[in-house]
């Protein structure tokens, strides 16, 4: 039964790390961006949420929408004036730049947040279900949904409405997409925009989860990147699978080696992946 | 620049800063041993990331293992100084031609992230390790002499300086170089690319390695946490590339202004300094993608223009 339960908690922890890869993996497939400042983006809507919640008394889950917009906002405005200038160039700068981000944002929170642990605790936050002898946390459970929710609505966008088309075909060929009509300057924000919202969303459900600190971001950018890699770049739904592979993952060695091996086998997953598999499709949105 | 000038700055700053110490100011030696190993690290991520482009971020691991390896010689063992600093140089140059081999099979953002993966592997293994002292770390003996400390540091980023220096003249560094610009091309060629970009890393593996078996013995303490730091890879990264690289000079200048930048800034206004340090390297990637090396050509190429040219080359 332990191991049921071990495996729930995984695949549950999974979805919300699926959702933290999406918006990783939507930003790299399409811009070619590695956005190092990705888990700061996470951060920021978890404290969007929690001061939603806090100082206006919005519903948590109700507030998620809220952060996923105002991050919107942030990532358009961000890849519309700053990252464009810089897009063009070689990989190596853009990590450099989105690294530079990650500091002066986190140090920003630091500063307009404190540095105390944050929870966003409502008053359903320890209900659970339990079945078969298997404990099921509620709130784990609508983050898995809303994760699957949100890859679902990531998967039609992409493959479903004209917005998306152009955002795949910017991707494929800016050069062409641009003889067609697409202005690559306004679907790279929209981009940018989108996988900040996403980053929002996972910010919220994992502030319900976990405690907020302004410098989670770190750690949740090494995670995104894992999940990204594990689920490759091409399909949502996918990316979801790779984040419910390392949850999974990682609750099974907490239980049977300690939980100072969760890093060894994350990681090293990470690894074996890459040279197992390292010619995945890359840039196929 | 010409290779006779490359050679006659190294010199004559080599022999300035080794008067450094002659001034007595405790301060500045400290500073100093800060500074040069960590130019030290930029310098050697610079042999392999500068010259073939393959960005590491695994360079760390090779940092910590030479902090380890000269700690647990000496405290564990009680070996001599220089004989852990050997072992550790050597675990580190073992490492990196085993982990080589099919690590730097990958490309770009792949080798990238799989370096990143193995330096937040090799730090959850080392705390996990009793004989090193797990999670608590390992208490070197004290010794007081920082003028030591900055004279090794100094001889180490000037072996480092001329290795690189040798590399952007030799045959060797063309082919790392062939291999930077289109690797099939270069692989098709002749280059041995594999041998190339493994002899690349066993040679930044030994540089990295033996700064953090200097530091580990200077500053006495340690821990996984601060040998394997990632955060130490990313400024070697910051550093070189600041500074230019793939250059002979760039990256140890890069890494001497921005150490100084972040120091005078947490000194003046400390609270704030991270925050403007963060500024400096976006506004510097914006206007100077290439790295500070270029701007002297640059400027005689565009006048002026320069920094705008930057942004309309690079921008959507």
Same mark, same amino acid.
């Given at each position: 039964?332990?191991?049921?339960?071990?495996?729930?908690?995984?695949?549950?922890?999974?979805?919300?790390?699926?959702?933290?890869?999406?918006?990783?993996?939507? !930003?790299?497939? &399409?811009?070619?961006?590695?956005?190092?400042?990705?888990?700061?983006?996470?951060?920021?809507?978890?404290?969007?949420?929690?001061?939603? /919640?806090? #100082?206006?008394?919005?519903?948590?889950?109700?507030?998620?929408?809220?952060?996923?917009?105002? #991050?919107?906002?942030?990532?358009?405005?961000?890849?519309?004036?700053?990252?464009?200038?810089?897009?063009?160039?070689?990989?190596? @700068?853009?990590?450099?730049?989105?690294?530079?981000?990650?500091?002066?944002?986190?140090?920003?929170?630091?500063?307009?947040?404190?540095?105390?642990?944050?929870?966003?605790?409502?008053?359903?936050?320890?209900?659970?279900?339990?079945?078969?002898?298997? $404990?099921?946390?509620?709130?784990?459970?609508?983050?898995?949904?809303?994760?699957?929710?949100?890859?679902?609505?990531?998967?039609?966008?992409?493959?479903?409405?004209?917005?998306? %088309?152009?955002?795949?075909?910017?991707?494929?060929?800016?050069?062409?997409?641009?003889?067609?009509?697409?202005?690559? %300057?306004?679907?790279?924000?929209?981009?940018?925009?989108?996988?900040?919202?996403? =980053?929002?969303?996972?910010?919220?459900?994992?502030?319900?989860?976990?405690?907020?600190?302004?410098?989670?971001? &770190?750690?949740?950018?090494?995670?995104?990147?894992?999940?990204?890699?594990?689920?490759?770049?091409?399909?949502? /739904?996918?990316?979801?699978?790779?984040?419910?592979?390392?949850?999974?993952?990682?609750?099974?060695?907490?239980?049977?080696?300690?939980? $100072?091996?969760?890093?060894?086998?994350?990681?090293?997953?990470? &690894?074996?992946?890459?040279?197992?598999?390292?010619?995945?499709?890359?840039?196929?949105? | 620049?010409?290779?006779?000038?490359?050679?006659?700055?190294?010199?004559?700053?080599?022999?300035?800063?080794?008067?450094?110490?002659?001034?007595?100011?405790?301060?500045?030696?400290?500073?100093?041993?800060?500074?040069?190993?960590?130019?030290?690290?930029?310098?050697?991520?610079?042999?392999?990331?500068?010259?073939?482009?393959?960005?590491?971020?695994?360079?760390?691991?090779?940092?910590?293992?030479?902090?380890?390896?000269?700690?647990?010689?000496?405290?564990?063992?009680?070996?001599?100084?220089?004989?852990?600093?050997?072992?550790?140089?050597?675990?580190?140059?073992?490492?990196?031609?085993?982990?080589?081999?099919?690590?730097?099979?990958? %490309?770009?953002?792949?080798?990238?992230?799989?370096?990143?993966?193995?330096?937040?592997?090799?730090?959850?293994?080392?705390?996990?390790?009793?004989?090193?002292?797990? @999670?608590?770390?390992?208490?070197?003996?004290?010794?007081?002499?920082?003028?030591?400390?900055?004279?090794?540091?100094?001889?180490?980023?000037?072996?480092? $300086?001329?290795?690189?220096?040798?590399?952007? %003249?030799?045959?060797?560094?063309?082919?790392?170089?062939?291999?930077?610009?289109?690797?099939?091309?270069?692989?098709?060629?002749?280059?041995?690319?594999?041998?190339?970009?493994?002899?690349?890393?066993?040679?930044?593996?030994?540089?990295?390695?033996?700064?953090?078996?200097?530091? =580990?013995?200077?500053?006495? /303490?340690?821990?996984?946490?601060?040998?394997?730091?990632? $955060?130490?890879?990313?400024?070697?990264?910051?550093?070189?590339?600041?500074?230019?690289?793939?250059?002979?000079?760039?990256? !140890?200048?890069?890494? /001497?202004?921005?150490?100084?930048?972040?120091?005078?800034?947490?000194?003046?206004?400390?609270?704030?300094?991270?925050?403007?340090?963060? #500024?400096?390297?976006?506004?510097?990637?914006?206007?100077?993608?290439?790295?500070?090396?270029?701007?002297?050509?640059?400027?005689?190429?565009?006048?002026?223009?320069?920094?705008?040219?930057?942004?309309?080359?690079?921008?959507?």
């Amino acid at each position: 039964m332990l191991l049921a339960q071990i495996l729930v908690n995984g695949i549950l922890l999974g979805g919300l790390y699926g959702l933290m890869g999406l918006g990783m993996a939507l !930003v790299w497939g &399409v811009l070619n961006i590695v956005n190092l400042a990705h888990g700061s983006f996470i951060m920021l809507g978890g404290y969007a949420v929690f001061y939603l /919640f806090t #100082l206006a008394g919005i519903d948590p889950l109700a507030a998620l929408p809220i952060a996923m917009a105002m #991050l919107f906002v942030f990532g358009w405005l961000l890849q519309r004036f700053v990252l464009n200038l810089i897009v063009r160039s070689e990989l190596l @700068n853009t990590l450099l730049i989105t690294f530079g981000l990650d500091v002066v944002i986190t140090y920003l929170a630091q500063y307009l947040f404190t540095a105390d642990f944050r929870t966003i605790n409502p008053s359903y936050a320890g209900a659970n279900i339990t079945a078969a002898g298997v $404990t099921v946390p509620l709130l784990l459970l609508a983050a898995f949904l809303i994760a699957l929710l949100l890859a679902g609505a990531l998967w039609l966008l992409l493959n479903r409405l004209p917005l998306g %088309r152009a955002i795949r075909a910017t991707a494929q060929n800016l050069v062409a997409a641009r003889l067609y009509g697409v202005d690559p %300057r306004s679907v790279y924000a929209l981009t940018f925009g989108l996988g900040a919202a996403l =980053a929002a969303a996972a910010g919220g459900l994992y502030g319900i989860t976990a405690h907020l600190t302004p410098y989670i971001g &770190v750690t949740l950018t090494a995670k995104s990147f894992v999940i990204a890699i594990i689920g490759g770049l091409d399909n949502p /739904f996918h990316i979801v699978l790779g984040g419910i592979v390392l949850g999974v993952a990682e609750s099974l060695t907490a239980l049977y080696l300690g939980p $100072t091996y969760t890093d060894v086998i994350s990681f090293g997953l990470l &690894v074996v992946v890459l040279v197992v598999r390292p010619r995945r499709a890359l840039r196929a949105a | 620049m010409r290779p006779w000038l490359t050679l006659a700055i190294i010199a004559v700053a080599a022999v300035l800063l080794a008067l450094l110490p002659l001034t007595g100011d405790a301060v500045w030696i400290q500073f100093g041993i800060n500074a040069l190993l960590l130019a030290t690290c930029a310098q050697a991520w610079n042999i392999l990331g500068g010259f073939t482009g393959y960005v590491s971020f695994g360079n760390s691991v090779f940092y910590g293992l030479g902090t380890y390896g000269t700690a647990a010689a000496m405290t564990q063992l009680g070996w001599l100084f220089p004989v852990g600093l050997a072992l550790g140089a050597g675990a580190a140059m073992v490492l990196a031609l085993l982990l080589g081999i099919p690590i730097l099979r990958l %490309r770009g953002p792949y080798f990238a992230i799989a370096t990143l993966g193995l330096s937040a592997a090799m730090a959850a293994v080392v705390s996990n390790i009793d004989a090193v002292g797990a @999670n608590i770390g390992l208490i070197l003996p004290l010794t007081r002499a920082d003028g030591m400390f900055y004279e090794l540091a100094l001889a180490l980023l000037l072996a480092c $300086t001329l290795t690189v220096a040798w590399l952007a %003249r030799s045959r060797f560094g063309s082919g790392l170089v062939a291999i930077r610009e289109d690797e099939d091309a270069a692989a098709s060629m002749g280059v041995d690319t594999t041998r190339y970009k493994v002899i690349a890393l066993v040679l930044s593996a030994l540089f990295t390695a033996i700064a953090g078996g200097i530091h =580990a013995y200077w500053i006495t /303490f340690i821990n996984p946490a601060s040998a394997f730091d990632p $955060t130490l890879n990313v400024q070697m990264v910051i550093f070189a590339v600041f500074g230019g690289p793939g250059t002979v000079l760039g990256p !140890v200048v890069g890494a /001497f202004i921005l150490s100084a930048i972040y120091e005078v800034l947490a000194s003046w206004i400390s609270t704030a300094a991270a925050f403007l340090f963060g #500024l400096v390297i976006v506004l510097a990637v914006i206007f100077t993608p290439r790295g500070l090396a270029d701007i002297f050509g640059g400027v005689r190429r565009h006048g002026a223009a320069y920094l705008l040219q930057n942004i309309r080359e690079n921008r959507l």
